[in-house]
């Protein structure tokens, strides 16, 4: 029989009694992280009482970034000493060159992605890449974009009239200056209209050895919002993006459905939020196949992921990597437990076992119309 997952809910998400410390003693930080895990305790308890089909958060995700993902987190163009290369800024300080180019292989199957560029910061510097996109808000955007597309069943989205209007969709709270997240959330828009993606599949049998692959772009037209002339201006035209032809027919032909609030919870936590992409697609593979159960190693789900612990020059994780990643792994593996209580793994040492229970969200094809 298959072992039990953890009842208890993440340990993040509920937070610690403060004792006889007031809350609006504590320093800003500790009050922002106290905020945070009452938000994902709510989150959590949301999740648990209705089904996504009951709550209409039924989201869908292309097949295509699961079988390998974005990177975690930013990547930069390295130098000979593998240290970020350096270029001035033209403020008298210096500014790290973003990567131009990303690449994930798994297997057979490998995702690369070649960055846009944009305004360089000196003659002697005047285009730059944009950089790749990355992490959490990337992965979240992404399933919002392939939703709303195949929601409304056009490849062209409306990004709502402002950006803080965009930002509500996707439940981020606007926020201005330099860190803010308004800034965080075009500039992912911006990366992943820009970026251009290479599939590919190679297959080696006796005396004979394919290659296949395909570009596209995500976008082919974009619109991120207009302005009156003045800073403070109203807006004045609303943002739009258009998806391209042949991503179009990807997403119509290959994607399949997640819970919108799982990605929204784990929109701060990349490898959780892979992990539970993984397991939804895997868990509804072993049910079209009628296989009990699907075992994997660290190195085979590593490669996967869009997570880069340290690898030897065959591309297997080092002891270390080995023992860091697995701790995150299992770490991440309660968490979407705690989400989803039909959820049946185990995770003996150095690799991951998991039982058909179906996936988190069944998938019902679009009934057809007509004769």
């Known amino acids: ?59 869908m995700s292309p097949t295509h970034f699961v079988q390998a993902m974005l990177p975690h987190k930013e990547v930069y163009q390295l130098g000979p000493d593998g240290e970020p290369v350096e270029i001035p800024d033209g403020n008298g ?14 297997c057979d199957y490998t995702l690369s992605l070649r960055a846009g560029m944009t305004q360089g910061p000196s003659h002697l510097h005047p285009r730059v ?13 992404l399933c919002h974009v392939v939703t709303e ?36 959330v075009l500039d992912q828009l911006q990366r992943l209209a820009t970026c251009v993606v290479t599939f590919e599949w190679e297959t080696i049998t006796p005396g004979r050895r394919d290659l296949k692959g395909e570009h596209l772009l995500v976008v082919d037209d974009y619109h991120f ?26 997403i119509v032909s290959s994607c399949f459905p997640l819970d919108f609030r799982k990605a929204l919870l784990f929109r701060g936590w990349p490898l959780a939020y892979d992990l539970y992409l993984w397991l939804t697609y895997r868990l509804a593979a072993l049910q079209r196949t009628g296989r009990e159960c699907l075992t994997v190693n660290y190195d085979q789900i590593h490669a996967q992921l869009g997570s880069h612990y340290r690898t030897d020059e065959d591309g297997a994780l ?54």
């Open 149 to 184: 597309a195949r929601t409304k069943k056009s490849p062209t989205i409306d990004l709502g009239n402002t950006i803080s209007a965009f930002c509500e969709r996707i439940e981020v709270t606007p926020s201005g200056g330099a860190n803010g997240r308004l800034g965080y």
């Open 93 to 106: 300080g210096t500014l790290k060159l973003l990567a131009t180019e990303y690449t994930a292989t798994n």
């Open 318 to 371: 080092t002891p270390r990597g080995k023992k860091d990643f697995g701790y995150k792994v299992r770490r991440a593996l309660r968490a979407i437990a705690a989400t989803w209580p039909e959820l049946r793994y185990e995770a003996p040492r150095g690799r991951i076992t998991v039982y058909s229970t179906g996936p988190d969200v069944e998938y019902r094809p679009p009934k057809r119309t007509g004769t």
């Open 129 to 141: 890449s944009r950089g790749v996109p990355y992490g959490g808000l990337a992965r979240l955007l």
């Open 225 to 250: 919002w207009s302005r009156g002339g003045t800073p403070t201006a109203e807006p004045i035209e609303g943002g739009s993006i258009t998806l391209s032809d042949k991503f179009w027919s990807e």
């Open 1 to 59: 029989m298959p072992p039990s997952a953890p009842a208890s809910a993440h340990a993040d998400a509920a937070p610690p009694p403060l004792g006889r410390v007031s809350a609006e003693r504590l320093p800003r930080a500790s009050r922002a992280a106290s905020t945070r895990r009452l938000n994902r305790a709510r989150q959590l308890v949301q999740i648990l009482e209705r089904s996504a089909r009951d709550a209409g958060t039924i989201a």
